[in-house]
């Protein structure tokens, strides 16, 4: 089947610090790849997506490559600051004849000042 | 276009009640997801829509639930004789046919069941 995995939380790290969240999958067919971002009290943010082997996606300092031969995509990012504190969620969609996202359960970042 | 607008933002409600959310997705979007998503865990989907036919549902959407997407606009989603464990974060999302471009989600209705 379809399933996301990710690192478990709460990693908590210093302003400026680099950042990485590991991500892997396992999918019938080929996936496309996305990360999430969820702030306090709102729905989920499209971070960045990849949509086939060795593609880079970024955004907003964020970056994460499409390893199909590991089944990883893990997100980085060089600086942090306290306002990427929130929730991150690794995704994937395979068209199984609906294009369904499946979610992994979620990282949740502190960065303190 | 404001995007993907949930209502109404917070629902609590006896057990046993009826409730119903509404969801209105980006207008030139014709897909429509709802997804469930409890406290520490990622969005769980449980039903998608293509205009106004349901394409899809998940097993853990019992016959208590039931989605509507009349004329392929908003979306409606009905829970009846809520029980406690139906308290969560229902996340309604959009997206174009290209699902690479990824969704759109709205803010979500939390429920509490009590």
């Known amino acids: 089947g379809n399933s996301v995995t990710q690192m478990e939380g709460p990693v908590t790290l210093s302003e400026e610090a680099f950042l990485t969240i590991n991500c892997t999958y396992t999918a019938t067919g080929y996936p496309s790849l996305f990360w999430y971002v969820q702030y306090p009290g709102e729905g989920l943010q499209l971070l960045l997506k990849a949509t086939k082997a060795d593609d880079k996606g970024s955004n907003k300092g964020f970056e994460a490559t499409y390893r199909k031969e590991t089944t990883s995509f893990h997100l980085e990012k060089g600086s942090v600051q306290v306002s990427d504190s929130a929730v991150y969620f690794c995704a994937l969609t395979v068209n199984t004849g609906g294009f369904k996202t499946i979610f992994g359960a979620g990282t949740r970042l502190f960065v303190k000042a | 276009d404001t995007g993907v607008s949930q209502d109404p933002r917070h629902k609590i409600t006896k057990r046993g009640q009826n409730v119903t959310f509404r969801c209105d997705p980006i207008s030139e979007h014709n897909r429509l997801y709802w997804y469930r998503q409890t406290l520490g865990q990622g969005p769980e989907f449980l039903t998608y829509f293509q205009n106004e036919a349901q394409l899809e549902k998940s097993r853990l959407l019992s016959d208590r639930f039931s989605a509507e997407r009349p004329k392929g606009s908003f979306s409606t989603l009905e829970i009846q004789r809520t029980e406690q464990g139906d308290s969560a974060m229902y996340l309604c999302?959009?997206?174009?046919?290209?699902?690479?471009?990824?969704?759109?989600f709205g803010s979500g209705t939390r429920l509490t069941v009590v």
């Open positions: 999302a959009s997206s174009r046919d290209r699902e690479v471009n990824g969704y759109t």
